[in-house]
């Protein structure tokens, strides 16, 4: 057992203590407590950002000259009284008592590259049956949801970037992979994101982490490097407005032509375009580069 927290009626001292996976308990009371009954608060957090938690309850809480009642809470935050019996009381909580339910970090992790980052999540991809070929250099697409464990109110904004902190690794956590955001926080709440993983197989798995502040975007994120697998053009279709931008990093952009062609709409992948073609008025066209001539080569369009 650690005590947390020593209280003399009237005065309220604050203490801190490791209790699993970096997890930091920090228990408080009211100043200038008085009277029969005294509320406390648990809040769990992990490198200073209150963090969701497991397996606690009533019976990791042990109080000295006191009675404990009305244990309530959930995910990072927990409430409770305490009656108590004498002048003085403690409360301590053990050192097993909670479980960081989205930690992946553990003994040997110090050494890699986003350790102090507050979040992280592990991402597999099930869909990738045994029947598939392995695909190398692959750019997946990670969609997250807010409030579908991940809140995007974790995340750190610089410079008008509000994922500025977003990283992603393989499984080894240390190698770090190039990732583009196609569209965040969108009307539903969602996040689509490519991430270019070395190897996409049955048993794939990669890593995301954010929660650091002062972190600003990489230049991965915008200069293509996500699509450096022999991609010559890749168009989103999420502007709100001509042109089109190719996020390969071959410059091959399209030209809007017309007036029917209606940008901002919604799509299947964030934002799309809808295209009237009545009358050859709608459309967006690529002009022609030295990228795009395949000669007889075998070439796949994805669409």
């Known amino acids: 057992m650690r005590t947390l927290l020593s209280i003399a009626i009237g005065i309220m001292s604050l203490l801190t203590a490791v209790v699993e996976a970096g997890i930091l308990p920090v228990i408080t009371a009211p100043r200038g407590t008085t009277g029969s009954s005294v509320p406390i608060r648990v809040i769990f957090t992990h490198k200073g950002v209150p963090t969701l938690v497991s397996d606690f309850s009533a019976d990791d809480i042990a109080v000295s000259n006191g009675a404990l009642s009305d244990f309530s809470g959930s995910g990072s935050t927990y409430n409770f009284k305490v009656s108590p019996t004498a002048k003085e009381f403690s409360v301590s909580v053990g050192a097993d008592a909670a479980t960081n339910r989205f930690s ?3 003994a040997g992790d110090e050494n890699i590259p986003f350790y102090t980052w507050a979040r992280q999540m592990e991402i597999s991809f099930p869909g990738h049956g045994t029947g598939y070929a392995k695909l190398k250099d692959f750019p997946v697409l990670v969609v997250f949801r807010d409030g579908h464990g991940v809140n995007f109110a974790d995340f750190n904004s610089r410079h008008g970037v509000p994922w500025a902190d977003l990283r992603f690794t393989a499984a080894d956590k240390a190698t770090v992979l190039n990732y583009e955001v196609e569209t965040w926080n969108d009307a539903d709440g969602r996040s689509w994101v490519w991430v270019q993983v070395p190897e996409l197989a049955t048993d794939t798995k990669i890593y995301a982490f954010w929660g650091k502040a002062g972190e600003a975007k990489p ?16 168009w989103h279709f999420n502007e709100d407005s001509p042109p089109t931008a190719d996020s390969s990093g071959k410059d091959n952009h399209g030209e809007n032509i017309g007036f029917g062609v209606k940008y901002g709409q919604a799509g299947k992948v964030g934002k799309g375009v809808r295209m009237t073609q009545s009358g050859g008025n709608g459309g967006v066209k690529v002009p022609d580069s030295a990228t795009l001539d395949f000669g007889d080569g075998d070439f796949t369009l994805e669409m």
């Open 104 to 106: 992946i970090l553990g």
């Open 219 to 234: 230049t991965y994120a915008t200069n293509g490097s996500t699509w450096k697998n022999g991609h010559v053009g890749v």
